[in-house]
């Protein structure tokens, strides 16, 4: 806004540079080298601070609109429009931001303990984006039980739930390898069981001093030991023979059933110790027992054993 003085000396200024050829103007500004008086003989020019010596208002004398050097002049600040653009950006920003609801990223923001659906809805996000992925031989796996990820959610979570995300997983994890993305083999890896099933590797069974081989077989609630060592065929259980401590065939047979698919019945000797359950899980029992030390004799036979001929 232009203060009254400013338009005083405009209203004064404008008659004296009408009077003034523009000859006059021109032979001056050659002669002295200096710019023209347009706008050095006005003082009016500082909207903001006025001169230290203002113009008498009564005063119409020429030399009185002339800038001497004793004055002091500011100039107006320069106006930054892009400032004042930002500004009024900012301002409707604001008022676009305050007429907005805020919104949680979590579903389950309101829940009590969210941890378990953020988790469920992570697999799910992952499923859905990388189920066209082609799939390969996934390794065997052992996951997380349900206490252990009640413990890690802090949380009741329900059976059903636990395992739609387990089966999720192990989909995910069905990815062919070389091409599973990071974030599937992160969250695949931060399910995973502290043991794995190829982590418990069984001791080998040798053979000590005296020839003989050792071997424990269960079955049901059946326990059994056995001992294998070269000889004539004898079978000794429980201290008795085989026809006393088995009355039924069928566990006759399947008590020598390894040293009979492999053909080596009257070439060892065995004895051993079961306990435990009926009959038929002590026989089934001895049959894993026997075949184990009989492989440590002859660890080519684990073939034919697996064939079951």
Same mark, same amino acid.
């Given at each position: 806004?232009?203060?009254?003085?400013?338009?005083?000396?405009?209203?004064?200024?404008?008659?004296?540079?009408?009077?003034?050829?523009?000859?006059? !103007?021109?032979? +001056?500004?050659?002669?002295?080298?200096?710019?023209?008086?347009?706008?050095?003989?006005?003082?009016?020019?500082?909207?903001?601070?006025?001169?230290?010596?203002?113009?008498?208002?009564?005063?119409?004398?020429? %030399?009185? !609109?002339?800038?001497?050097?004793?004055?002091?002049?500011?100039?107006?600040?320069?106006?930054?429009?892009?400032?004042?653009?930002?500004?009024?950006?900012?301002?409707?920003?604001?008022?676009?931001?305050?007429?907005?609801?805020?919104?949680?990223?979590?579903?389950?923001?309101?829940?009590?303990?969210?941890?378990?659906?953020?988790?469920?809805?992570?697999?799910?996000?992952?499923?859905? +984006?990388?189920?066209?992925?082609?799939?390969?031989?996934?390794?065997?796996?052992?996951?997380?039980?349900?206490?252990?990820?009640?413990?890690?959610?802090?949380?009741?979570?329900?059976?059903?739930?636990?395992?739609?995300?387990?089966?999720?997983?192990?989909?995910?994890? +069905?990815?062919?390898?070389?091409?599973?993305?990071?974030?599937?083999?992160?969250?695949?890896?931060?399910? !995973?069981?502290?043991?794995?099933?190829?982590?418990?590797?069984?001791?080998?069974?040798?053979?000590?001093?005296?020839?003989?081989?050792?071997?424990?077989?269960?079955?049901?609630?059946?326990?059994?030991?056995?001992?294998?060592?070269?000889? %004539?065929?004898?079978?000794?259980?429980?201290?008795?023979?085989?026809?006393?401590?088995?009355?039924?065939?069928?566990?006759?047979?399947?008590?020598?059933?390894?040293?009979?698919?492999?053909?080596?019945?009257?070439?060892?000797?065995?004895?051993?110790?079961?306990?435990?359950?009926?009959?038929?899980?002590?026989?089934?029992? !001895?049959?894993?027992?026997?075949?184990?030390?009989?492989?440590?004799?002859?660890?080519?036979?684990?073939?034919?054993?697996?064939?079951?001929?």
């Amino acid at each position: 806004m232009t203060s009254p003085w400013a338009l005083g000396s405009l209203r004064r200024a404008l008659p004296v540079l009408k009077s003034q050829p523009t000859t006059c !103007l021109w032979n +001056r500004h050659l002669a002295t080298r200096q710019p023209l008086l347009q706008p050095q003989s006005l003082r009016a020019l500082s909207t903001t601070t006025p001169p230290s010596a203002r113009i008498d208002h009564a005063s119409t004398s020429d %030399d009185s !609109l002339l800038l001497s050097e004793d004055d002091d002049f500011t100039a107006a600040p320069e106006i930054d429009f892009e400032e004042a653009t930002q500004e009024k950006l900012y301002d409707k920003a604001e008022k676009f931001l305050r007429g907005l609801r805020i919104v949680p990223d979590s579903p389950a923001y309101f829940n009590a303990k969210p941890n378990s659906t953020d988790d469920y809805l992570y697999l799910q996000m992952l499923l859905r +984006r990388y189920i066209t992925l082609p799939i390969g031989e996934s390794p065997r796996v052992k996951w997380r039980s349900l206490a252990t990820y009640r413990k890690m959610a802090d949380e009741m979570v329900k059976t059903s739930k636990y395992q739609r995300m387990v089966g999720m997983l192990k989909r995910m994890n +069905r990815i062919h390898p070389e091409l599973m993305p990071v974030d599937v083999r992160r969250a695949v890896n931060l399910w !995973l069981s502290t043991s794995q099933p190829n982590d418990n590797k069984a001791a080998p069974i040798l053979v000590d001093s005296f020839g003989r081989a050792a071997a424990v077989g269960r079955r049901k609630s059946s326990s059994a030991k056995a001992w294998v060592v070269e000889g %004539d065929g004898e079978i000794l259980i429980n201290g008795k023979p085989l026809h006393q401590a088995f009355a039924r065939v069928h566990d006759r047979q399947s008590v020598i059933w390894a040293l009979k698919a492999t053909d080596r019945v009257d070439k060892y000797n065995v004895w051993a110790t079961v306990h435990g359950g009926g009959t038929t899980g002590q026989a089934e029992a !001895l049959t894993l027992a026997v075949s184990k030390a009989l492989m440590a004799h002859e660890p080519g036979l684990k073939l034919y054993l697996r064939k079951g001929e």
